[in-house]
């Protein structure tokens, strides 16, 4: 099946200041991204949509001033979380869908576990 | 209301035993998609099995398949023969349109944690 990669795996930053997270789909062109969040022991909340060279679509309740996502190229979306706080501290996980009327299959990075002091 | 909704938090089957986890959906889409995945305490998330709204027969993969019973909205899995390396959450998920749909978003249900035990 197709690869998704994330990096870092995890990060451990300062409050105060601000993480970035590569999603990278590795051998096909992903049109759609999604960032989702997951805390311990929940179901994952999807924070944003992003479709490359477009803005991101973000999720109500979503502040996209502190959660910038960024679809630059087909096998590339990033997402900084600006200003990070301890509440935001989560494991953070992109997937990536190739779309076509063939493909109805995300495929999931192994995720970013952030933990902010 | 929930679009994907597991009532069962938790799971427990003897190894080599079947077991069912429930799941049930909403949606008045008339072209829709069902996904189970996997997600072992090292977080990834491994897709298991994917059953399409028009899909006349039900899906299987392996020791997998999917019990869909389309007019009770219900997407239940089913895994024979359990083994050790089955403990893990189960998360149910539905996508609303057809295949290769591009509103893609996935809705995921609370998850189920199975645990297989010797």
């Known amino acids: 099946g197709a690869v998704v990669s994330q990096h870092p795996s995890w990060v451990i930053c300062k409050s105060g200041t601000s993480v970035k997270i590569e999603c990278r789909s590795l051998d096909f062109q992903a049109t759609t991204m999604f960032w989702y969040r997951q805390f311990p022991k929940q179901s994952l909340m999807l924070m944003a949509t992003?479709?490359?060279?477009?803005?991101?679509?973000?999720e109500q309740g979503v502040e996209k001033d502190k959660f910038l996502i960024n679809h630059a190229s087909l096998t590339l979306s990033t997402l900084t979380v600006t200003s990070a706080h301890p509440e935001d501290s989560s494991f953070y996980i992109c997937s990536a869908s190739g779309g076509g009327v063939t493909s109805y299959e995300q495929y999931f990075g192994p995720g970013t576990r952030l933990t902010v002091t | 209301a929930q679009k994907i909704t597991q009532t069962q938090p938790g799971m427990f089957v003897q190894e080599k035993e079947a077991v069912t986890l429930d799941c049930t959906y909403d949606t008045s889409d008339p072209s829709y998609g069902l996904f189970w995945y996997k997600q072992p305490s090292s977080g990834e998330m491994i897709f298991l099995i994917y059953q399409g709204s028009y899909d006349q027969q039900n899906a299987t993969e392996g020791r997998y398949s999917l019990n869909f019973q389309k007019a009770r909205k219900s997407a239940n899995l089913v895994i024979s023969a359990s083994q050790l390396g089955d403990s893990a959450m189960y998360f149910c998920a539905m996508r609303e349109g057809g295949r290769g749909s591009t509103l893609g978003r996935l809705y995921f249900g609370r998850g189920t944690q199975l645990t297989v035990w010797p």
């Open positions: 992003s479709n490359e060279g477009s803005k991101a679509t973000y």
